[in-house]
Structures are given as structure tokens and as C-alpha cells.
């Protein structure tokens, strides 16, 4: 469901601050726009303890398999990457869907390795936003259907006082994948 | 003409004990068993593990799997440094890693792990037949 408790604004406020502890960078030079990779250097550690420090935030996982993982995973061999390690047209068609306007430089023949550049912090706060909208109807501890939040952050359970318990990313993903291939047979 | 990629990396040992005590269950999200036994053994673990951890993002950045964000540990867990003691460690790809460097052609693979104070540094070379392989399909996992 929907989850109207953390706002957009909460995410990308708890984004910055997270990179902003991880690079030693000052907040304000960290846009929606801004590339991790490009515009704030982040190095592979630092993107690790970026997601880390997210997830306990949240208290979310977030997708530890990038997407064109999962549609090799589900659609088969080749079909996200070619054998040079260029997307395909079907997998930039898929990060289009996926991505949007975060992602404008996004072409098919682009080798792999070029979309962390592409990857913005706009991005990041939708990554988030996907897990937080997946909350359940109700409570995993005691089947209560009845969510509070405090602080903007967490959501707990108004009866028995646990934390909501989020699906993981790589599981969103791919109901996400199967959704968008029924609606537009892709692949 | 055979193909070669090579990658390279360098970790602060510093900033990986860091990220390593700030988040329970990072070693066994990167590392296997059999890795986190190797260097849980040695006196100084963060040293041996900062090395291993270079070697997988040098591979990484060889296979050209550098995906970042949306799948934050894509391939760390596909990669396994092997060989101990005093033998030359060697490269094992699974998944993900084991698919693309099918499909790339490699048909050989080195890693080198160095370390000297607070750093730890490794490179990785991929040997690849010559391509394009058309019409032949990549062996799967
Ligand atoms: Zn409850």
C-alpha cells in the first residue's frame, strides 16, 4: 500500500545525509540530479556503506541484484546484455519504464558499464520509494491493519509495536519485471 | 585476436574496518565461507578481507559488471578469491559473473593482491578468445 507516512522530501533529506556522512561531502552539494559516480566521486565502498546506512534508516533491503540481473534471471540468456556487454534494446526499452527522466543519456548499444554514471540521487529516492510503497496491509507480527509513524521514518504497528516488515528490493524487482512483461510483452 | 580486460583496484584497509563496524553481516554479504575462514584465521582479518575485497572490484570492473545502484552488492558475491598461505590466490566466478564471462569468451583469469600499510591493492586480468562467437551459445550455470 501506498505508504503516507514517509514523504519524498524525508527520503531524499535522509539520502543526503547519508551521503554526505559516507563522502565527507557538505549537504548542500548534493542535488536530485547528481550523479554518485560522476558529480560526487563515490567509490565502490562508499556506495556499500551508502545503501547500508539507508537500510538501517528504513529498515528496508534494498535490491542487492542490479535489474538487468533479474531479467536475464527470468527472460533468459542475452536478453538484457549482448555478448560485447552492450544493452540491448529491450533492456534500454525496460530502464526507460523503469528510470523515466532520471535517465535521459540511457541508449540501446551503451556498454554496462556506463549506467552507474547515469545513476542519479532522483533515482535512488524512487529505489527507496518502490520498498516503502510495498508496506503491507497489515502487520506481519499480529495481523493488525493498523500503522503509525512517529518520526517519518519507521512505521510500527499501532497494536502489537513492531516495526513494519517491507518485501526486499530483489523481490519488488521482480514482481515489477513480471507486471511490466504482462502489460507489454517485452521480452 | 585473443581479447584481454583488465581491472584494478585500490581500498583504504581503514575505511573498510569502518564500513565493516557500522553494518553487521557486510562480510558475509561480500564474502563466502570459504573467504571469511581464510581471513578470519590471519592475525590482522580487515588486511586479508580489504585484499579480497579489491580483487572482487577489480573483477567487477574487468567483466565490465559495474551495475552500482540499483543492485548495490551485484557480483561481490560471485566472485571468490581462493587459494591460501603462501599459494597464488585464484579467481572462482558464479551467477552473474560466471554468465557474463562466458559470454565475453574468457577463457583465462589472474588476480594479484598486494597490501602495504593502510592499503591493499589488486589487479585482475581476463583473457577472452577472440570474438565475435556468433551462432554459439554461452554455457549456462
Ligand atoms: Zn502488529
Known sequence: ?187 | MMRIFQGMDLVSVAGFERVWERHEGFTEDIFSPLERAHCMSRKNPAIHFAGRFAAKEAAIKALGLRAGASGFLSGFGDIEVRGQGGGKPVLHFRGWAARMAARRGIVQKTVSITHSGNYAAATVILLAEPGPRQGREPKRQ
Open chain 1, 1 to 187: 500500500m501506498k505508504n503516507e507516512f514517509i514523504t519524498d522530501e524525508r527520503i531524499f533529506q535522509e539520502l543526503k545525509k547519508a551521503i554526505a556522512e559516507t563522502l565527507r561531502v557538505d549537504e548542500d552539494v548534493i542535488r536530485r540530479d547528481s550523479s554518485l559516480v560522476n558529480d560526487l566521486d563515490a567509490e565502490s565502498l562508499d556506495f556499500l556503506d551508502i545503501n547500508y546506512r539507508l537500510e538501517q534508516v528504513f529498515g528496508i533491503k534494498m535490491a542487492r541484484h542490479f535489474v538487468l540481473e533479474h531479467v536475464e534471471e527470468m527472460f533468459g540468456e542475452g536478453s538484457a546484455v549482448n555478448e560485447d556487454g552492450l544493452l540491448t534494446e529491450k533492456a534500454v526499452e525496460l530502464l526507460k519504464i523503469r528510470f523515466g527522466d532520471q535517465m535521459p543519456r540511457l541508449e540501446a548499444g551503451m556498454d554496462m558499464d556506463e549506467v552507474p554514471a547515469l545513476i542519479t540521487i532522483g533515482s535512488l529516492v524512487e529505489g527507496i520509494r518502490d520498498i516503502l510503497d510495498a508496506l503491507p496491509e497489515k502487520c506481519t507480527h499480529c495481523g493488525a491493519a493498523q500503522w503509525t509513524c512517529e518520526d517519518g521514518l519507521r512505521v510500527k504497528c499501532a497494536s502489537c509495536g513492531e516495526y513494519a516488515v517491507y518485501p526486499n528490493g530483489d523481490d519488488l524487482i521482480q514482481e515489477w519485471l513480471k507486471k511490466i512483461q504482462e502489460e507489454r510483452s517485452i521480452f
